[in-house]
């Protein structure tokens, strides 16, 4: 299979100029979480997912579909090598505060290299807008802050949220274990107690509104202020994906007690 990267630049809707330095590493992050979707509907529906830069470059560039982080990342990875960028790939974990080292590969995320030590990540969850250099500080990525901040055990932790924040991921700034992310993507799209397995998801950018989709909940996240919508049927799901995420799951009549299900499980208070 040809990779090409203008078809990906296409895809993206990038087409100013591509450089080996900061301001174009910023203009293909934002391009990428603001055109492809997040979104695990393969994982949910339980069709086959292979951890491969070839079918994750089908599903995102010639399919035109989202993907979560081992596919965004693989792809937006290949991408930045292609332009001549110096990128390696690392192994994080998302939650290891709360989880331990047995979360180490549940992430993947990049590190690029150039005056300094970069943090990519068009793949957590599209909360990301821009590269952050690896110290510790805030950056804006309205409407969400992050925060990059050393653990006492020697890793770099990424707050999403702001300092502090509970929902984070750990890493140290050295290449992947790639049996360990393989491992770890092999768990995740199939053990019922994977959060990819159990809840159908779909997140986007359209400049400062983050559209994030759990199941049956659509939220729109603002500064200042976010809306909270419960879809009440399959019909209204399919035209959400479709409108605001720009996809399509034709096992959704199907996949709909599930989802109501696991409805039920996470938001009690709105269940209906």
Known sequence: MTLDLDAYLKRIGHAGPVRVDLATLDALHEAHVNTVPFENLDVHAGRPVTLSLEAAYDEIVTRRKGGWCYEMNAVFGWALSEVGFEVTRIAAGVRRASLGDEAMGNHLALLVRLDRDYLADVGFGSSQVRAIPLEDGV?????????????????????????????????????????????????????????????????????????????????????????????????????????????????????WPKICARHRQLFPHASR
């Open 139 to 255: 950056s804006n990525h309205a409407p969400v802050r992050m925060a990059m901040a050393r653990t006492e055990d020697g890793y770099w932790r990424l707050h999403e949220g702001g300092p502090g924040s509970v929902t984070s991921y750990d890493f140290r700034p050295e290449a992947a274990d790639e049996a360990l992310l393989a491992a770890r993507h092999a768990w995740q799209i199939s053990d019922p107690n994977s959060i990819f397995y159990k809840t159908l998801s779909a997140k986007i950018r359209r400049g400062t509104k983050y559209h994030i989709l759990r199941g049956r909940v659509l939220e729109t996240q603002m500064p200042g202020r976010s809306e909270q919508r419960i879809l009440a049927s399959p019909d209204e799901l399919s035209e959400v994906l479709s409108e605001v995420f720009g996809l399509e799951e034709p096992q959704l009549t199907a996949l």
